[in-house]
């Protein structure tokens, strides 16, 4: 099993800035990628970003790029995601995940973490 813990979450103005941490114990050598998402009251989840383990490779969703940035760091087992220019509509439940291979989907999922970006 991966256990995943995430942090960071918080109330922030519009157009301030804010960086998550998810921090990984476990199974952590059986990682492939982590992802991030997120979900907004009445939303469906919606991917954001996703981080090789290794090679630190990063993928976005067209949503994410240009404002978020994701990162890890191996020796901590943490992966991280700054948010940069924050909007009111940024507001949600931002959740890590792990994705045990290239075609497997996402099997553990954190507890979340609350951003609330306020007008």
């Known amino acids: 099993q991966v256990q995943l813990v995430e942090s960071g979450g918080g109330l922030v103005q519009a157009g301030g800035s804010l960086r998550l941490s998810c921090a990984a114990s476990?199974?952590?050598?059986?990682?492939?990628?982590m992802g991030w998402f997120r979900q907004a009251p009445g939303k469906e989840r919606e991917f954001l970003a996703r981080?090789?383990?290794?090679?630190?490779?990063?993928t976005y969703a067209d949503s994410a790029k240009g404002r978020f940035t994701v990162s890890r760091d191996n020796a901590k087992n943490t992966v991280y995601l700054q948010l940069d220019s924050l909007k009111p509509e940024d507001t949600a439940v931002y959740y890590c995940?792990?994705?045990?291979?290239?075609?497997?989907?996402?099997?553990?999922w954190g507890q979340g973490t609350q951003v609330t970006v306020s007008s």
């Open positions: 476990g199974r952590t050598f059986s990682t492939y990628a």
């Open positions: 995940a792990n994705k045990p291979s290239q075609f497997r989907d996402y099997d553990y």
């Open positions: 981080i090789r383990w290794t090679s630190g490779a990063a």
